[in-house]
């Protein structure tokens, strides 16, 4: 398939990222269905993409035309039936290898055999769920970064029988998006959580060993090497169930004692403090 061919997407999952990508793609000019089991999120992603969308168009980084057509270019469903009648579709759901291996399977008997598959995910193997498929040639990798719309990179990750076809096809796209594509074999983390998620988790170690305070942590990593925001405040903007799950797919898949999870971080996951999303992680919020 060529880019050209691309005209309708289907993003599986309406949380944060799931709604950034849908997002992307319609300003892109894309026609998107975006797919979630329960109305009541998908409400809440297109009011949240209209927020968004309103935000830049106060900032003077899209017009208001280009709003009203990227908000015309969605529609919503609880049916993966749906995806029959896109070119590519985009999984963004949790990242829980389970949940992605049995949607996988459900979505590779609707879609016509040209239809890409790629996963969001941020850690498992394109490998091990393309092989769940019947199309591990036309299944790859697109990691977004988040906040979707702002962030510029996407990891496009080869699974070991990914074509490079359907890898140009993919990077090309990327490119259309408005991102600078990465190309990235597939090994646990990839690049971007590979690096990252040891970082977090040692300075969750850091905190645990009373070494320094929170704020104390991210300060000296803002500070003294410049990082934009201090890694436990990133940890808990991303959810520490989400940086636990990445942490234990490291930990899992090169069996190496480096990955260990920190204990402190597993038990505020227990304790169900997540971080920005449940108003408490390492830093409480309104």
Known sequence: MNVDDIKRITVVGAGT?????????????????????????????????????????????????????????MKTATDLNIARDSQLVVEAVFENLDIKLELFKKLDAPCPPDTILASNTSSVPITLLAGITHRADKFIGMHFMNPVPMMKLVEVIRGIATSDETFNTIRELTIRLGKTPVEVNDYPGFVANRILMPMINEAVFTLMEGVATAESIDTVMKLGMNHPMGPLTLADFIGLDVCLAIIEVLYEGYNDPKYRPCPLLRKMVQAGYLGRKTGRGFYTYQ
């Open 17 to 73: 990222m799931g709604n950034g990508i849908c997002h992307q793609f319609a300003l892109s000019g894309y026609k998107v269905n975006l797919v979630d089991m329960n109305q009541a999120i998908l409400d809440r992603a297109l009011a949240t993409i209209r927020i968004n969308m309103e935000r830049q168009v106060k900032k003077e980084a899209i017009t208001a035309d280009q709003m009203n057509a990227a908000l015309e270019n």
